[in-house]
């Protein structure tokens, strides 16, 4: 995710350097062309790009709202997962009772609870971005548990089920009444259904056929201007060209980036961040001081290795 309000120019135009670059040497040759073989000129009135930078605007203005609402749909789903996080280890802390005898396994309960949740979300933020799961949650696992999620393809969901498992352990030894269990269970429902969410934002492409209208249409009124402004700014028709199709690459670039919210670009969900925040919050809840002040730190320490992506 981009962390700097001000995003360097180098960056901005580097996303379409190659494309500008062959704009740059149409429009020159086409400058050329006229300027010495002037019994060969060619002009176009300018209505004629003008009516397809209408066009393009449109299906520009509707890819980009598009393409916004997938990445604010991905956002609000792990603002949700947050808050479900936060719920889920309220519920844990304020629910779970029994005898003294059996405190210290309740803590110990509550622990493993709340890590294994930390780790799910780390664990699914990883899996959208086709990254190993593991990386950053193994030592929040114990090893039983990280036996037990090799067996699933989906990691995230072996730690949910893990969760339900724990669930019914608990409710069977007499810690939780029946109203508690089926709000515990009400927010793993919750969680299930933000994964399913995210994940059918990552699987769901964005209509091919629609770009590839988008692109003709670009090309084609790139290919057309210089042969309608020629005629007007002569060799200065170069800078002008280059800065109209700057423009339009630059929203198409864009709106790329944003219908895609989990593929590790500058533009992404920071799904990383939002996890260390999660971390942080749950570790603080269970009064794990040390922890939850290596979790602190951790966004701050890891912002110079991630200027541009989390």
């Given at each position: 995710?981009?962390?700097?309000?001000?995003?360097?120019?180098?960056?901005?135009?580097?996303?379409?350097?190659?494309?500008l670059?062959l704009?740059?040497?149409?429009?020159?040759?086409?400058?050329?062309?006229?300027?010495?073989?002037?019994?060969?000129?060619?002009s176009?009135?300018?209505?004629?790009?003008?009516?397809?930078?209408?066009?393009i605007?449109?299906?520009?203005?509707?890819?980009?709202n598009?393409?916004?609402?997938?990445?604010?749909?991905?956002?609000?789903?792990?603002?949700?997962?947050?808050?479900?996080?936060?719920?889920?280890?309220?519920?844990?802390?304020?629910?779970?009772?029994?005898d003294?005898?059996?405190?210290?396994e309740?803590?110990?309960?509550?622990?493993r609870?709340?890590?294994?949740?930390?780790?799910?979300?780390?664990?699914?933020?990883?899996?959208?971005?086709k990254?190993?799961?593991?990386?950053?949650n193994?030592?929040?696992?114990v090893?039983?548990?990280?036996?037990?999620t090799?067996?699933?393809?989906n990691?995230?969901?072996?730690?949910?089920?893990?969760?339900?498992?724990?669930?019914?352990?608990?409710?069977?030894?007499?810690?939780?009444?029946?109203?508690?269990?089926v709000q515990?269970?009400?927010?793993?429902?919750?969680?299930?259904?933000?994964?399913?969410?995210?994940?059918?934002?990552?699987?769901?492409?964005?209509?091919?056929?629609?770009?590839?209208?988008?692109?003709?249409?670009?090309?084609?009124?790139?290919?057309?201007?210089?042969?309608?402004l020629?005629?007007?700014?002569?060799?200065?028709?170069?800078?002008?060209?280059?800065?109209?199709?700057?423009?339009?690459?630059?929203?198409?670039?864009?709106?790329?980036?944003?219908?895609?919210?989990?593929e590790?670009?500058?533009?992404?969900?920071?799904?990383?961040?939002?996890?260390?925040?999660?971390?942080?919050?749950?570790?603080q809840?269970?009064?794990?001081?040390?922890?939850?002040?290596?979790?602190?730190?951790?966004?701050?320490?890891?912002?110079?290795?991630?200027?541009?992506?989390?």
């Amino acid at each position: 995710m981009l962390l700097k309000e001000n995003i360097p120019v180098k960056y901005v135009v580097g996303k379409i350097k190659n494309e500008l670059l062959l704009v740059a040497v149409y429009a020159v040759s086409i400058a050329l062309f006229h300027r010495f073989f002037p019994e060969y000129r060619i002009s176009i009135p300018i209505a004629v790009p003008a009516i397809l930078a209408t066009i393009i605007s449109l299906l520009l203005a509707f890819r980009s709202n598009q393409a916004y609402d997938r990445w604010w749909e991905a956002r609000s789903i792990w603002g949700a997962i947050v808050n479900d996080s936060r719920s889920l280890t309220r519920e844990l802390i304020t629910f779970l009772d029994g005898d003294n005898a059996a405190c210290e396994e309740i803590e110990g309960f509550k622990k493993r609870f709340v890590k294994r949740q930390i780790a799910w979300c780390y664990g699914l933020s990883q899996s959208l971005r086709k990254q190993d799961p593991y990386a950053k949650n193994a030592h929040l696992l114990v090893d039983e548990e990280v036996k037990f999620t090799h067996r699933f393809t989906n990691m995230p969901n072996s730690l949910l089920k893990l969760h339900g498992l724990d669930l019914k352990l608990a409710y069977k030894n007499g810690w939780l009444n029946d109203y508690q269990q089926v709000q515990i269970d009400g927010t793993l429902t919750r969680l299930c259904d933000a994964m399913g969410k995210c994940e059918r934002i990552k699987n769901t492409v964005f209509p091919v056929t629609y770009s590839l209208y988008i692109h003709f249409c670009l090309y084609l009124f790139i290919i057309l201007l210089p042969f309608g402004l020629i005629e007007f700014f002569g060799m200065f028709e170069v800078p002008l060209i280059i800065a109209i199709a700057a423009a339009f690459l630059l929203v198409e670039k864009m709106a790329i980036h944003l219908q895609d919210p989990f593929e590790n670009k500058p533009t992404d969900t920071p799904t990383t961040a939002i996890s260390q925040t999660i971390e942080r919050d749950l570790k603080q809840m269970l009064n794990d001081k040390h922890e939850s002040e290596k979790a602190a730190v951790q966004p701050a320490a890891a912002k110079a290795d991630v200027y541009y992506i989390l």
